[in-house]
């Protein structure tokens, strides 16, 4: 079992940027594809961003390509979420992941933290 809290959200303008942070406990995150969705309010919850086990490939929906980058730390059982350039169409819950290598689908999902940007 992973266990999985997400920091870093808040209210912030157009063209500001953000850090979330997810924090694992339970199990070592190396074994794991890591990854963030988000959700906006009245909206299905979509994929954001996505990084392999070592680091070394991402992946990114097309609204944040080029403004996000995700990252991971291994050895602090972590992964990052930096968000530059945020747009109003950025605001939404966003939700830290993890799936197994054998899963066809993420398997742990926190709790969720807001990210409100104002126009």
């Known amino acids: 079992q992973v266990q999985l809290v997400e920091s870093g959200g808040g209210l912030v303008q157009a063209g500001d940027s953000l850090r979330l942070s997810c924090a694992a406990s339970?199990?070592?995150?190396?074994?794991?594809?890591m990854g963030w969705f988000r959700q906006a309010p009245g909206k299905e919850r979509e994929f954001v961003a996505a990084?392999?086990?070592?680091?070394?490939?991402?992946s990114y929906s097309d609204s944040v390509k080029g403004r996000f980058t995700i990252s991971r730390d291994n050895a602090k059982n972590t992964v990052n979420l930096q968000m530059n350039s945020l747009k109003p169409e950025d605001t939404a819950v966003y939700y830290c992941?993890?799936?197994?290598?054998?899963?066809?689908?993420?398997?742990?999902w926190g709790q969720g933290t807001q990210v409100t940007v104002s126009s």
């Open positions: 992941v993890a799936k197994r290598v054998e899963s066809s689908k993420y398997d742990y």
């Open positions: 990084i392999n086990r070592s680091g070394a490939y991402t």
């Open positions: 339970g199990r070592t995150i190396s074994n794991y594809f």
